[in-house]
Every structure is written in C-alpha cells, then in structure tokens.
C-alpha cells in the first residue's frame, strides 16, 4: 500500500480539497483506496456528507485503542463513501491525543502500525494532516512514503514556506524510512498577474521537485464540498476534475517502486534542496523578512492580486471578486452578523475587499452580495450552521 500525506501548516491552502479529490481520482481508476482524516476539525467527513452525529469511532480511536486496552482495527471504523474509496474519519478527539499518549512508548508509530494492519485491503491511503506541527502530522509522516505539501499561488503563500518546510524535515528526521517529498501547486488562479508570476518561478526554481500537474482555483470544487461530494461525482466535467485526474495520473505513474528507488532521496536531503529553493523564491518575489514594510505599505496596490483571507500585521483582509455585483458585505461573529456595519469596497477591476482589525480568535462568516447571504467561495474553511448551510470560518492568532 503507497501512503500519501497531504501536508501543510498553514490553513487555506487547499489540502482537504486536494486529499478529498486525490482520492477520489484514484479510486476512479479501480485503485483501492482510503482517506484518513488526522484534522481534529474533521473536514473530510464535511466534505463528504458523512454526518457529524453518526460517527461513533474516528481514527483517533484506532490510535488510542491499544494503550487503552480497547483495540480497534481501522476496517472496523471506515464509511464506506463509494466503489473502491472509504473513509477513516476524525474527530475533535484527535485534539487531546497528545495529551492521552505523553509517556507511552512509540506513540508516533501508532498510525503507521493501524495502518499496516490494512496494508492487504488498499493499494492507496491519502492521509489529510491537520494544519499544524505536532504529533498527530509526526505519525502521518511516520506512516508515509510520500509527502505532498500544496501550496496555493497567492501572494502572502510565500511567507513561511521555507520555515513550514524545514520544520518539516526536523520532524522527519526521526524517520527511518525514504519519503518522495513533492510540492503541488494549488489554487491557481490564471486570471492575476501574482498568481502567473508565483507559479512560474515555483516551476523554475523548484524544477523535477514540483508536481507538473496545476490544481487550478474552481468554483465547483467548492461547490463540490459544500454539498459533500467529490468533484468527480459533483461535475465530471469541470476543469477542477480534470485536474485531479492529471495529479492522480501523474502519482500513479510513479508507482514502480524500482523507478521510485531512483527518484526518491533520503527525506532530509530533499527538504533541504526544497528550503533552499523557497529562500530564492522568496527573495525573487521580494517577499522576505526585510521586506516585509514594503510589502505592507503597497498592499492596497496587490489585492487585486489574490482572493480570500489573509492576516497581515494587524488586521485581516478580506478580498472577493463580484464584478457584477452592486454591494457586498460581510456578517460575522465578529459584528453580531449585521451586514450593514462591515460594507466592502469595490475596486476598479470588479474587486471587493475590506480590512478589520480582529483580535485573536476562531470566526465565523458570510458574504452578503446584492441582499444574497453565501459562504466565501474563496475560503475552503468551513462549518455548517443551524441552516443546513455552511458559514466560512478565519482563524487569528
């Protein structure tokens, strides 16, 4: 069985998107299948219509199961989601993990052994990391022999990558086994000059490192998950499927493990060719520690460069583009979800942005566009409200 992790500390890159439909675009292919969700948010359970309410056990219960003298085997758990593609979900329980195993023995290995355990049953397993360093990613690396980090081509991306991957390698370097590191570029939007340029230099310095294959920004993968389906289920035909299906075809054609003896080096040496190309790039786009006053004083000139939330300094910005809309605003947690109190501006290029300084803390929020309340197509963090809709959620630290 060849394991995946779909890894990356910062929040709103697209990694439930990309395991979710990773997945899916393998099980298409008659490949035996299983996602495992190691975010205590449980997102891929969202993004799948599995009910909250019916999910008795988690992976977290498999992890813990042995050292609580309950064993619970990983083929006892799955949601069997379609032909050749199940699901072990997660759950807000996976957050106290740490905590239930400090002091037991190998407790970084209790993935990888659940997973061995099925190893017969499935030629593929994804595994959805949570958007955090820690023990819950340790094991998914532990139980890897590949790693993918995406990375969307926004402008503010950049910042940290170098630092997120070589926190990466650190955490690897405990691991006795060669992991295929690679970086996907994610939620590419052809439309800004950012995006382009990002995704060109992304390609020139990080060269055989970089997946060919471009998972492009698509509306219809969010819508997609808002409805709990796949992109292949949701609209076959969209660009977002297509996508998919060239990444799924580009890992399967990686899968000998004699051509994959030859690619693959050890962990550490790949990471460090990886962080020595994100400092290049970063210094290309000019978007380094030193710069980062200049990057701020000519924020208002990029934010037609990228859609979404970003936290920058002391506020967090908000950028959506309606250019057919004639007002849009935003309710939230954070102005006791009255519209009228946080209008957007519209810029010249049909644009909308607005910047509020949020204390630190967990929000929720919904775009009101010409009188129309809906969640922030730009936004992949989500939750359903009392409505049986979904409201975007930002968090500040």
Same mark, same amino acid.
């Given at each position: 069985?060849?394991?995946?992790?779909?890894?990356?500390?910062?929040?709103?890159?697209?990694?439930?998107?990309?395991?979710?439909?990773?997945?899916?675009?393998?099980?298409?292919?008659?490949?035996?299948?299983?996602?495992?969700?190691?975010d205590?948010?449980?997102?891929?359970?969202?993004?799948l219509?599995?009910?909250?309410?019916?999910?008795?056990?988690?992976?977290?219960?498999?992890?813990?199961?042995?050292?609580?003298?309950?064993?619970?085997?990983?083929?006892?758990?799955?949601?069997?989601?379609?032909?050749?593609?199940?699901?072990?979900?997660g759950?807000?329980?996976?957050?106290?993990?740490e905590?239930?195993?400090?002091?037991?023995?190998?407790?970084?290995?209790?993935?990888?052994?659940?997973?061995?355990?099925?190893?017969?049953d499935?030629?593929?397993?994804?595994?959805?990391?949570?958007?955090?360093?820690?023990?819950?990613?340790?094991?998914a690396?532990k139980?890897?022999s590949d790693?993918?980090?995406?990375?969307?081509?926004?402008?503010?991306?950049?910042?940290g990558?170098?630092?997120?991957?070589?926190?990466?390698?650190?955490?690897?370097?405990?691991?006795?086994?060669?992991?295929?590191v690679?970086?996907?570029?994610?939620?590419y939007?052809?439309r800004?000059?950012?995006?382009?340029?990002?995704?060109g230099?992304?390609?020139?310095?990080?060269?055989?490192?970089?997946?060919?294959?471009?998972?492009?920004?698509?509306?219809?993968?969010?819508?997609?998950?808002?409805?709990g389906?796949p992109?292949?289920?949701?609209?076959? !035909?969209?660009?977002?499927?297509?996508?998919?299906?060239?990444? +799924?075809?580009?890992? &399967? /054609?990686?899968?000998? $493990? %004699? @051509?994959?003896?030859?690619?693959?080096?050890?962990?550490?040496?790949?990471?460090?060719?990886?962080?020595?190309?994100?400092?290049?790039?970063?210094?290309?786009?000019?978007?380094?520690?030193?710069?980062?006053?200049?990057?701020t004083?000519?924020?208002?000139?990029?934010? !037609?460069?990228?859609?979404?939330?970003?936290k920058?300094?002391? +506020?967090?910005?908000? &950028? /959506?583009?309606?250019? $057919? %809309? @004639?007002?849009?605003?935003?309710?939230?947690?954070?102005?006791?979800?009255?519209?009228?109190?946080?209008?957007?501006?519209?810029?010249?290029?049909?644009?909308?942005?607005?910047?509020?300084?949020?204390?630190?803390?967990?929000?929720?929020?919904?775009?009101?566009?010409?009188?129309?309340?809906?969640?922030?197509?730009?936004?992949?963090?989500?939750?359903?409200?009392?409505?049986?809709?979904?409201?975007?959620?930002?968090?500040v630290?």
């Amino acid at each position: 069985m060849r394991t995946i992790a779909v890894v990356n500390q910062k929040g709103g890159c697209g990694k439930t998107t990309v395991s979710i439909n990773l997945a899916s675009a393998l099980a298409a292919r008659g490949l035996r299948t299983l996602l495992v969700d190691m975010d205590p948010q449980g997102h891929c359970a969202v993004g799948l219509a599995v009910p909250e309410e019916q999910i008795e056990q988690s992976i977290y219960d498999v992890m813990v199961g042995e050292s609580c003298g309950e064993p619970l085997r990983i083929s006892e758990m799955v949601w069997k989601i379609c032909d050749n593609y199940d699901l072990a979900p997660g759950s807000i329980d996976l957050a106290a993990f740490e905590q239930q195993m400090a002091g037991v023995e190998d407790r970084e290995e209790c993935l990888k052994r659940a997973l061995s355990e099925v190893a017969g049953d499935y030629d593929y397993a994804v595994i959805d990391c949570p958007p955090s360093v820690g023990s819950l990613t340790f094991n998914a690396i532990k139980a890897s022999s590949d790693v993918i980090v995406p990375v969307d081509t926004g402008y503010f991306s950049l910042h940290g990558l170098s630092k997120q991957l070589s926190t990466l390698s650190v955490l690897s370097q405990q691991c006795d086994n060669e992991i295929n590191v690679m970086v996907l570029a994610s939620m590419y939007d052809v439309r800004t000059k950012m995006g382009r340029e990002i995704l060109g230099e992304l390609k020139k310095h990080f060269g055989d490192k970089m997946f060919k294959t471009v998972v492009n920004f698509n509306t219809k993968l969010k819508e997609a998950a808002s409805l709990g389906q796949p992109i292949s289920e949701y609209d076959p !035909a969209s660009k977002g499927c297509k996508d998919f299906n060239a990444l +799924a075809d580009e890992l &399967v /054609s990686t899968d000998s $493990r %004699a @051509e994959r003896a030859e690619m693959v080096e050890s962990l550490q040496a790949k990471l460090d060719a990886i962080s020595a190309s994100a400092d290049e790039l970063l210094a290309t786009a000019g978007v380094t520690e030193t710069s980062t006053a200049s990057a701020t004083a000519t924020m208002d000139e990029k934010l !037609a460069d990228f859609y979404g939330v970003r936290k920058l300094d002391d +506020a967090v910005v908000f &950028v /959506s583009l309606y250019p $057919r %809309a @004639e007002e849009v605003q935003i309710a939230g947690d954070f102005n006791g979800w009255q519209p009228e109190k946080t209008p957007m501006q519209k810029g010249e290029d049909g644009t909308w942005h607005v910047k509020l300084p949020l204390a630190a803390g967990r929000y929720r929020y919904r775009m009101v566009v010409d009188g129309q309340w809906q969640q922030d197509p730009y936004n992949e963090i989500t939750e359903m409200n009392p409505f049986g809709e979904c409201n975007s959620v930002v968090e500040v630290h």
